[in-house]
T-cell receptor, first 114, second 118 residues
Framework: DTAVSQTPKYLVTQMGNDKSIKCEQN?????MYWYKQDSKKFLKIMFS???????INETVPNRFSPKSPDKAHLNLHINSLELGDSAVYFC?????????????FGNGTRLTVT | AQSVTQLGSHVSVSEGALVLLRCNYS??????LFWYVQYPNQGLQLLLK??????LVKGINGFEAEFKKSETSFHLTKPSAHMSDAAEYFC????????????????FGGGTRVLVKP
């Protein structure tokens, strides 16, 4: 059973398009995240939600809009895609917001914008 | 703001040799510390974490890490490398004083790629 699953695994699209990435966790966790990993493997948090409430919004362009319909799902919608958005996007979850809580990651969505 | 430095973006070891990956953090208050491993085309998996108990932390797959406050370090070791240890390793910190509404915000180091030679 996959704990944190995200779809699609690969996403190739053209500049200016709008796309979505979906994420689901079956761990019963309260907190979910989106991280971006660039071409140099650098990981940076984008958003976190706790029980459907936005907690962290890390100066991400407003073309990126997360949505959490329930605490098991956190989707990421991206408008007007740009070349610089090409990266691997990881969804993750943790039991709660405590800073000692380890994160459980999905396998990533590789977004390529041409 | 927290920062994490991993010395060496690439490490090459022979199978059976010691693996040593270095991690230093900058914080006046010792943070929570983590090591994650990323295999090709996969997400990150937790290897081990330090909260505030024993300074020597044992993790999965034979890895361990030692917290040294005086050196602000949390280096990862494994006595004998196996071919399956070839992966990218990330050190991460979470600010101990960020509780409540501030959320859990992991700051990652730049990663160290481990290559294991037969």
């Amino acid at each position: 059973d996959t704990a944190v699953s995200q779809t699609p695994k690969y996403l190739v699209t053209q500049m200016g398009n709008d796309k979505s990435i979906k994420c689901e966790q079956n761990l019963g966790h309260d907190t979910m995240y989106w991280y971006k990993q660039d071409s140099k493997k650098f990981l940076k948090i984008m958003f976190s939600y706790n029980n459907k409430e936005l907690i962290i919004n890390e100066t991400v362009p407003n073309r990126f809009s997360p949505k959490s319909p329930d605490k098991a799902h956190l989707n990421l919608h991206i408008n007007s895609l740009e070349l610089g958005d090409s990266a691997v996007y990881f969804c993750a979850s943790s039991q709660d917001m405590h800073p000692s809580a380890p994160l459980h990651f999905g396998n990533g969505t590789r977004l390529t914008v041409t | 703001a927290q920062s994490v430095t991993q010395l060496g973006s690439h490490v090459s070891v022979s199978e059976g040799a010691l693996v040593l990956l270095r991690c230093n953090y900058s914080s006046s208050v010792p943070p929570y510390l983590f090591w994650y491993v990323q295999y090709p085309n996969q997400g990150l998996q937790l290897l081990l974490k330090y909260t505030s108990a024993a300074t020597l932390v044992k993790g999965i797959n034979g890895f361990e890490a030692e917290f040294k406050k005086s050196e602000t370090s949390f280096h990862l070791t494994k006595p004998s490398a196996h071919m399956s240890d070839a992966a990218e390793y990330f050190c991460a910190v979470s600010d101990r004083i960020l509780l409540g509404a501030a959320g859990n915000k992991l700051t990652f180091g730049g990663g160290t790629r481990v290559l294991v030679k037969p």
